[in-house]
């Protein structure tokens, strides 16, 4: 006589957003469709911030199933991050003007220029001091703005612009990035291309020049 078998369960239950998930499998998402997903993920943090943000509603605009996003990404945190290092919210690429203050300058007019990512920034740190998880995949996504501050502070030392040993070195990218979020959270106005170059010349050139 057979005996039908039950397919095998799960202890796990559906996790919340950001909480556990069920055991990750090969995705079979195409790379177009990532982007799309990205870009809606994007749309909902400018819209709502990233605690209003949910799993469903990801879903739901990306006309997926949420199952489909856990076994790619795992859960809120690692979904936002990719989508973050997916968009890349400042762009390093091709920045070398040939002097420290000409790449500075540059870098302010593209962060200054790119309103969309600001808000993406000011929609993700509050989080990030309450969410480990979130706080440790955003990392990943900075570490490469930071990599690229570095090079470009190490190529003004080769060209003899800065000691190569200066302190303020390993700030630069507190300097950058604060002046960003406090320009909001102080004055309560956008990071504009002038007052970040403003700024630069004031506060970051004279830290990392001074002798």
Do not use: N
Not at 26 to 47: K, M, N, P, Q, T
Not at 94 to 108: N, P, Q, R, V, Y
Not at 136 to 141: L, Q, S
């Amino acid at each position: 006589m057979m005996v039908s078998q039950a397919s095998p369960r799960s202890d796990r239950t559906d996790p919340a957003d950001g909480g556990p998930c069920p055991p990750r499998r090969r995705s079979r998402i195409s790379a177009e469709r990532e982007s799309e997903i990205y870009e809606g993920v994007l749309s909902l943090l400018r819209e709502v911030g990233y605690e209003a943000l949910t799993m469903d509603a990801v879903a739901l605009g990306a006309r997926c199933s949420k199952a489909t996003l856990y076994r790619k990404w795992s859960g809120k945190p690692r979904l936002v991050a990719a989508a973050l290092r997916h968009s890349r919210p400042f762009d390093f690429e091709g920045l070398d003007t040939g002097s420290l203050a000409g790449d500075l300058h540059e870098l302010t007019v593209r962060i200054g220029e790119a309103k969309k990512d600001t808000d993406l920034l000011q929609a993700v740190v509050p989080a990030v001091t309450k969410d480990p998880e979130l706080a440790a995949a955003f990392g990943e996504v900075l570490r490469q703005d930071h990599d690229a501050l570095y090079s470009m502070f190490d190529r003004a030392a080769e060209r003899g612009e800065v000691a190569a040993d200066c302190p303020a070195r390993a700030y630069l990218p507190h300097l950058l990035l604060g002046a960003v979020v406090a320009r909001t959270l102080i004055d309560l106005k956008e990071p504009d291309p002038l007052y970040l170059q403003r700024y630069v010349d004031a506060v970051v050139l004279p830290a990392l020049t001074r002798r």
